[in-house]
């Protein structure tokens, strides 16, 4: 009784850990949203320290499970859980290392001078799309909520389509403005992080499921 006691406890601990690198990650893609969205650069000057918390998190988090895959885990959902937030911890640490991508394009966007209204109301608009998807694989993940994954597995289309509108309408703007071609494709590339971030978003969602059904989904539709 007390081993399964201590590897009840360990898991608890464990899941606040991955919580917490959870927000940090939702942190660092709000951040860069809210930067769009103000023009400001300021509003991300924290978004290296975050990703150094994340990274940092995603290191402990890892050593973490090994250990406990080490030891005698009681149940088969334990050891599901555990191998759960082993990926997990991959996909949200990748969700950091997009955001710092999206700061540098946003950085050379401004100082380009380019003000296009138009794509900047869009992309805050997909970051907070994403920002909603990350919450609902966590959610997902940590709530046991199938419910929640599949919102997640079936709004990855979504950002999919904004992407390819994003594609279409800077390629139209490069032919209009030569001269901004380099702050356009940018903005292309800015739309590719976040339906970047959106994938590590269903991948964490999958996740999930293969932690509540024991099921592998990848490569395929839930049922």
């Known amino acids: 009784m007390k ?6 406890n360990r898991i608890n601990i464990l899941s606040e850990k991955i919580k917490n690198m959870g927000s940090l990650s939702i942190e660092m893609v709000k951040l860069i949203t809210s930067a769009f969205s103000r023009a400001d650069q300021k509003e991300i000057s924290r978004v290296h320290s975050l990703e150094e918390e994340v990274n940092s998190n995603q290191i402990l988090i890892d050593e973490e499970c090994i250990q406990l895959l080490s030891d005698k885990i009681p149940s088969q959902v334990d050891l599901r859980f555990v191998v759960a937030i082993l990926k997990t911890t991959a996909e949200l640490e990748r969700i950091g290392d997009q955001v710092i991508n999206l700061k540098d394009h946003f950085s050379r966007i401004k100082l380009s001078g380019l003000n296009d209204t138009h794509a900047i109301h ?6 907070e799309e994403t920002v909603r998807m990350i919450e609902s694989a966590n959610k997902a993940l940590f709530e046991r909520s199938e419910q929640e994954a599949k ?19 800077s390629t139209s703007m490069m032919m209009e403005s ?3 071609i380099r702050a356009y494709l940018d903005i292309i590339l800015m739309s590719s992080n976040f339906e970047r ?24 539709r839930v049922e």
Request: proline fraction near 2%; hydrophobic fraction near 40%; aromatic fraction near 10%.
């Open 197 to 220: 971030i959106a994938d590590l978003a269903t991948n964490i969602a999958e996740n999930a499921i293969y932690f509540i059904k024991g099921k592998d989904i990848r490569h395929s």
């Open 122 to 127: 869009d992309l805050t608009r997909m970051g």
């Open 178 to 180: 030569p001269h901004n």
């Open 151 to 169: 919102w997640v597995l079936s709004h990855d289309d979504v950002i999919d389509d904004m992407k390819r509108n994003f594609y279409t309408y």
């Open 3 to 8: 081993a399964a006691d201590s590897i009840e």
